[in-house]
T-cell receptor, first 117, second 113 residues
Framework: GAGVSQTPSNKVTEKGKYVELRCDPI?????LYWYRQSLGQGPEFLIY????????DSGLPNDRFFAVRPEGSVSTLKIQRTERGDSAVYLC???????????????FGPGTRLLVL | DQQVKQNSPSLSVQEGRISILNCDYTNSMFDYFLWYKKYPAEGPTFLIS?????DKNEDGRFTVFLNKSAKHLSLHIVPSQPGDSAVYFC????????????FGKGTLLTVNP
């Protein structure tokens, strides 16, 4: 696989349900990022993994949101008790060493479009 | 409070002309700036970047200019092509972070044939 892949591409759920969004980063990339893009906004940082550990989860909006990366490759973003305001595109990105702020290119996946009814 | 601002939601130009997309930032700690391009139903793709130690970076038809005193940067596309039609996001490293990026809201560029 050449790029970052995300599944599902679209997810429709009902308020109160639990959802899991999956990200497969580029092989060999140690850094993985999750962003949320609401309508009319730019991507908003949620969480950053370096290897298996969440190095910075300061962007997660509340404790209904949780993410894991148990083997340092695939990551899952988990949202409990979904609310209508969680509807957005959830973007995953990866980079080689976690230096996106110093010129290292971040590669984004196509996103998962989440709609909470 | 938006730290990276793109005040023009949209821009329309004729093919062959120059496109100028603008971005302002508020935090003087930001020292690396990037432009991403996004087509519908795809993730953003990196376009060009600039470090605060420079005031210009050029890559083919794309040039980014940085004015640190004004906390302003711009992306110039010359000549514009219909395939350049996309949403362009300005981004910067948050507070000088090594990994965290703050994005603007984006500008939709339409290049008319």
């Amino acid at each position: 696989g050449a790029g970052v892949s995300q599944t599902p591409s679209n997810k429709v759920t009902e308020k109160g349900k639990y959802v899991e969004l999956r990200c497969d980063p580029i092989s060999g990339h140690t850094a993985l990022y999750w962003y949320r893009q609401s309508l009319g906004q730019g991507p908003e940082f949620l969480i950053y993994f370096q290897g298996t550990g969440a190095a910075d989860d300061s962007g997660l909006p509340n404790d209904r949101f949780f993410a894991v990366r148990p083997e340092g490759s695939v990551s899952t973003l988990k949202i409990q008790r979904t609310e209508r305001g969680d509807s957005a595109v959830y973007l995953c990105a990866s980079s080689l060493n976690g230096l996106a702020g110093l010129g290292e290119t971040q590669y984004f996946g196509p996103g998962t479009r989440l709609l909470v009814l | 409070d938006q730290q990276v601002k793109q005040n023009s939601p949209s821009l329309s130009v004729q093919e062959g002309r120059i496109s100028i997309l603008n971005c302002d930032y508020t935090n003087s700690m930001f020292d690396y700036f990037l432009w991403y391009k996004k087509y519908p139903a795809e993730g953003p793709t990196f376009l060009i970047s600039i470090s605060s130690i420079k005031d210009k970076n050029e890559d083919g038809r794309f040039t980014v200019f940085l004015n640190k005193s004004a906390k302003h940067l711009s992306l110039h596309i010359v000549p514009s092509q219909p395939g350049d039609s996309a949403v362009y996001f300005c981004a910067s490293n948050s507070g000088g972070s090594n990994y965290k990026l703050t994005f603007g809201k984006g500008t939709l560029l339409t290049v008319n044939p």
